[in-house]
């Protein structure tokens, strides 16, 4: 080796109580390497940097810096060896201007002016398109990303760790992105790129480590491997496809949605416009678009904890259900998983079999003359925990002792075997492991082939390509219109994502 | 070395148990030495206050009595409590609650029976009732807070008490106190033969399992704990968090009206200006220290009715004021709140910081 590794982790341990975390985990990023980090949620990607940024301290082993043995004692220390982050969760002042939030950030005190002109000299190296004097409230997640990278940047970093960047991003601000990094890269700025999409890796990265269950499972050169072969690194086993019978036909309209409208629910809510679509018996209908864009208040109309006055904005078997409650819907069939399990889709502090009562309780009968059937609750539990293979202690298992991945499974399980009419799902796979996602669609894909009708609403475009027969963006509150997944263009999507309707789309 | 606390995976059951035993006898110990600094006889008198109305069989009956009020409000209070309902003026609906007995037995003037008993102590449950629907009313719909309103509303409680008994309700034969008349014999309700205990000990030690099973067994009372956990996931299951909070104040609110009722027609049998006696206050802690659950509220109720008649009998043999045992009863509620941690974390104990490995 000629000259020492940028950064050299050796041996890195931690504990938490109950989980090693890390477990003698070593691996090297060259100066200029793009290198990719790689693994399930819970795989210890993220404790990983938080100990390479000083927010945590590792319990055993070693990072070197440029050949010397290191210690970060806290990030401000980590800033000052050259080690910026951009983490998944921004820290910014939404009435505050972008140069206010990036004053605020700096360790030393620049003068607002020499601030200023250095960002403009910063954006204007790296073709970074933003306006110092915006008020953030006002930017798209992808320019409030950019101010994060701008602070970082602005340190001359000799190591730039991002965290999951692409998670809310639009495939054209991807690229944009992707164009940055390289740049970056090629003036001798190590990136440490962590994230478990695939095809952004072999598309970026040079070198992936790959981790699972706190372990280093492989180094390897993204260029040279699959996606599958990764993808199976990561999870440790063989990754299945999803099957579904070829040449299926889809029965009547099963959700007919017309021109549903609601106002925003709370200043921070998202106002839903004129939303119309129509979903068929058999078929999978997906919603893509950024986070914020009404996807949530969109759940809540379709499942009924946001009723419509008007009946008919939403009909279900022909049947106007638009002005029904939740539990008044589950009567006709919709069931919903929102997107948040804990104290939205589930009571933490209740065990699974209670849990099972909170939706399943009148279509499965488990109230007789206002009395629970405790035993009847227990059993569904039971049964769902063993057809999505939820890893939990059983049905007297508290819901807020199970992972995320695994009470997003048995949520979704629980759902499931109810057997619904339609089912609402958002973000399914949201923090569920790859094998694990993979049976939850294989899931709904069987529920639909029954003859359901499928509304998913994600983010995870791809989730979204590989699941859905039809989908439509949503952005701010509007639907655009539908399209057939297998005519769909990535390109035109994107453009939607962004908030650009009609002609473009249309032209395409 | 120092002191972690760490998130328990599942909340301890022993710890639910064990720590309102503990909070009793550290209030013990913590007397003892608080007593013997003042110059009083702690061992003494917190042996008085905690042990001796037990002892001695006599004060058995002073026991239930007393118990028994403290039990059937803090059954109705706890049922609120699992819903984040907050009603503080359990007071005010006891003395409505004892207003409205009144009220209904005047009605038949002298005369008395089954019936009548049932009527007046009916009165009872839907006057506190309907005490603690103004506070539900504010909540629902102009979310104002419970606390606050159900507080005010028994100081409110008082003044209607002090009119009624003043003016038209005033025992005419009174010597002008300000008093009801006593209730007529056929008014008021049977007593186990040779003792003063009456009925509503019988129905305080009913209750307990009727609350057990609808807050364990029956859909309503699953309906209380979903609201009372996340109002977001009750909306999810389909249940109304508002109609939710209506019941649990209204049914604390009867059972309150109904403690009150018990009290008027089973022991005073008349409702002069000291009626509001605390129950309703202490019925809090007795909710607290019985972890909400029924069954702990029965426990719970006979050891805060054990300090109240401790503290009578210590006046005597210690000469301390009786108020000591509300003295007693608050360090109670401050043990159990501040131990309430320990049963959603532990303790750990970490050795001194070995060295630093990088």
């Given at each position: 080796m000629a000259s020492p590794a940028r950064l050299e982790l050796t041996g890195i341990t931690k504990r938490f109580p109950g989980v090693l975390a890390n477990d003698n985990v070593g691996f090297s990023v060259k100066p200029g390497e793009i290198h990719a980090l790689l693994g399930e949620n819970g795989a210890g990607k993220s404790t990983l940097v938080k100990m390479i940024y000083g927010i945590m301290q590792p319990d055993g082993g070693e990072i070197r810096w440029n050949g010397q043995r290191i210690s970060v004692a806290n990030p401000k220390a980590a800033r000052k060896l050259g080690i910026g982050m951009v983490f998944q969760h921004f820290s910014l002042f939404e009435a505050m201007t972008v140069l206010e939030n990036i004053a605020l950030g700096m360790d030393a005190n620049i003068p607002a002016r020499d601030l200023e002109s250095r960002i403009l000299a910063v954006m204007g190296q790296y073709g970074l398109k933003l306006e110092p004097h915006r008020i953030v409230s006002t930017l798209s997640v992808g320019e409030r990303q950019r101010i994060e990278i701008v602070r970082a940047l602005l340190l001359n970093p000799k190591l730039l760790i991002m965290d999951?960047?692409?998670?809310?991003?639009?495939p054209q601000e991807v690229e944009q992105l992707f164009t940055v990094l390289r740049k970056l890269a090629q003036e001798g700025c190590s990136i440490l790129y962590i994230s478990h999409k695939l095809h952004e890796i072999k598309a970026l990265c040079d070198t992936a480590t790959i981790l699972r269950g706190g372990k280093l499972v492989d180094t390897c050169d993204p260029a040279v491997e699959t996606s599958r072969s990764m993808a199976e690194k990561m999870i440790g086993g063989s990754l299945k496809d999803i099957s579904r019978a070829a040449g299926r036909s889809f029965g009547a309209a099963k959700l007919a949605v017309k021109a549903l409208s609601l106002p925003a629910d709370g200043p921070f809510g998202t106002a839903l416009r004129d939303i119309s679509f129509t979903v068929r018996a058999g078929e999978i209908f997906g919603v893509a678009g950024v986070a914020g864009n009404g996807q949530n208040a969109l759940l809540l109309a379709l499942s009924g904890e946001a009723p419509n006055p008007d009946p008919a904005s939403v009909t279900v078997d022909g049947v106007a259900v638009g002005h029904l409650q939740a539990r008044a819907r589950r009567g006709h069939g919709v069931a919903s998983v929102p997107e948040e399990r804990n104290g939205h889709a589930a009571v933490p502090i209740f065990t699974l079999a209670d849990n099972a009562v909170l939706t399943a309780r009148d279509r499965l009968g488990m109230v007789r003359a206002g009395l629970i059937d405790a035993k009847a609750a227990r059993t569904y539990a039971g049964e769902v925990i063993e057809a999505f293979s939820v890893k939990a202690t059983g049905p007297s298992a508290m819901a807020e002792s199970l992972s995320g991945g695994n009470l997003q499974k048995y949520i979704m399980g629980r759902e499931i075997l109810q057997k619904p009419q339609v089912l609402v799902v958002s973000q399914p796979t949201w923090g569920v492991d790859a094998g694990a996602a993979a049976a939850i669609h294989q899931a709904l894909v069987d529920l639909a082939a029954t003859g359901s009708a499928i509304v998913v609403i994600s983010q995870d475009l791809d989730e979204l390509l590989s699941l859905c027969d039809t989908m439509a963006v949503i952005n701010a509150g509007r639907l655009s219109r539908p399209m057939a997944v297998a005519e769909a263009k990535i390109d035109e999507i994107g453009l939607l994502m962004g908030g650009i309707h009609g002609e473009v789309a249309h032209a395409s | 070395m120092r002191l972690k606390l760490e998130k328990r995976r599942e909340p301890s059951l022993a710890m639910l148990v064990a720590t309102p035993i503990a909070s009793v006898i550290l209030t013990m110990l913590i007397g003892i030495v608080v007593f013997d600094l003042l110059g009083i006889k702690g061992f003494k008198a917190v042996v008085d206050i905690f042990l001796s109305p037990l002892l001695a069989s006599y004060k058995w009956q002073d026991v239930a009595l007393k118990a028994a009020p403290l039990i059937i409000i803090a059954l109705g209070l706890s049922m609120g409590n699992r819903a984040q309902v907050w009603n503080i003026g359990a007071e005010g609906q006891y003395v409505i609650g004892a207003l409205c007995s009144a009220g209904m037995g005047m009605a038949f003037g002298q005369s008395g029976g089954f019936l009548v008993v049932l009527l007046m102590i009916a009165a009872g449950v839907v006057g506190g009732g309907l005490w603690a629907a103004v506070p539900a009313w504010l909540r629902t719909k102009y979310n104002v807070n419970e606390i606050l309103s159900s507080l005010m509303l028994t100081y409110v409680s008082f003044q209607v008490l002090g009119y009624l008994v003043g003016g038209p309700w005033k025992d005419p034969n009174g010597r002008n106190f300000p008093a009801t008349a006593p209730l007529a014999d056929a008014q008021t309700l049977p007593v186990w033969p040779e003792s003063t205990v009456h009925l509503g000990v019988l129905i305080a030690l009913i209750l307990p399992f009727v609350f057990w099973v609808i807050m364990a067994r029956s859909e309503f009372g699953y309906q209380v704990r979903v609201v009372g956990s996340s109002a977001t996931a009750a909306r999810h299951g389909g249940f109304d968090s508002k109609r939710t909070i209506w019941a649990t104040m209204i049914i604390g609110g009867a059972m309150a009206g109904l403690a009150g009722g018990l009290e008027f027609l089973g022991v005073l049998h008349k409702i002069d200006l000291?009626?509001?006696?605390?129950y309703g206050f202490t019925a809090i802690i007795v909710a607290f220290l019985g972890r909400l659950n029924p069954f702990g509220c029965l426990i719970a109720g006979i050891v805060l009715a054990v300090t109240y008649v401790g503290g009578q009998m210590a006046q005597t043999s210690v000469h301390i004021p009786n108020s000591t045992a509300g003295i007693f009863q608050a360090m109670m509620l401050f043990f159990i709140l501040a131990s309430d941690i320990l049963v959603r974390y532990r303790i750990r104990v970490i050795p001194s910081a070995k060295a630093a490995g990088v």
């Open positions: 999951e960047p692409t998670s809310v991003l639009t | 000291g009626f509001a006696s605390g």
